[in-house]
């Protein structure tokens, strides 16, 4: 047995298979096929793990919603964003066991041996990402809007324009995207030339992922502060909305930095930044959900009226909470149009509260909308104002 040291590295000797022609070689060596391996095998784990969460999610998200919401459009969005996502990963999965990866196609770049059946998958693979963009970005644009249809109409219309500008940026670079992989595909030749599409991608997308969710947080923020400053203390479902709205804009900016510090060994990570998107959205409104579903989820507004009481009571603080209200003032029901204004609230109506009905719920308002009204912030809705002499629902 032989003390002498080699130099000799097993791992750089080269591999040599021929070409379709049998007679032109083309080398490779043993640390070129171990990289590939192991990126097949990275990159599989990474959309099966995608595969497993949406799936898990669409499945509660089916289950947990009450029926009074699953039509509204917040839930459909949601639903078919998971179901996209699942789709997508499955899809990009099966990749790394088609024909587009075996030894010999991946070693001699000859495609012949390839069906149409993966090149049908690819194109599929390629086309769905677009819908998913298009769709969570529609869901945090919803969440958007619900927030700043009630701030003045100047932002309004602001946010407004530039929410339609962030989303027509994200979708059309995945539309662009599409396109370009599309043809590529069919020619089956290679991306790297218009990786910079790609690049823009993943940058647009975090972008909106950032507006909308600082749009709808921020307000949210905002709201909780001033509810602290009037004394309520209670972790309430604006709380859950505000917190789950600060993941979605932190934990897809890690994937998509993932994507840059460590594209071998993490390969595809920005791929997670929607896929998180579409696993948050259900889950906070499933989780704030049950906290609005509490018994004591009725709003005292004696407490928001305390500071402006006089000692003989005979004036109290003016709230403005829709077009059209109604209440009782010496025993005598009245209505009065209010929009745009604000009409005194009848001495009477001292611990005055507004209650919900749970068992009539209004299937066109979202729970971001109740709360917001809660608050005495005007929304385009009716209330009524009742004594604590009436009998509870």
Known sequence: MSSATTSFDPISQNVTVLMADGVTPVNMTIADLDAFFLYNCRITINYGA????????????ATLTKESKRRKPVFILNIFALVLGFLRSILFALYSVSAWVELWTYITLDFSRVPRSAYATSIAGSVIPLLMTATVNASLVLQAHTVSKVMQRKHYYAITGLSCIVYLLAVGFRFVET????????????????AWIATGVLATETIAIWYFSITFTGKLVWTIYMRKNLGFQKWSYMQILAAMGGCTMVIPSIFACFEYVSPDGFPEA??????????LLPLSSLWASMVTTEPASSFNLSSLWASRNTQDGSEYGRKTFGSHSTGTQDG????????????????????????????????????????????GVRVDRSYSVHSNRIDSY
């Open 179 to 194: 396109v370009t992989n599309s043809k590529v595909i069919m020619s089956a030749g290679f991306y790297f030339p218009q």
């Open 332 to 375: 005598t029901q009245y209505s009065n149009d209010r929009k745009g204004s604000s009409a005194p609230i009848s001495p009477i109506a001292n611990n005055a509260i507004i209650e919900k009905t749970p068992n009539k719920p209004n299937p066109n308002r979202d729970s971001t909308e109740i709360d917001l009204e809660m608050m």
């Open 50 to 61: 995608q595969v497993g969460a949406c799936l898990i999610m669409l499945f509660v998200t």
């Open 270 to 279: 920005g791929s997670w930044a929607m896929t998180t998107v579409a696993l």
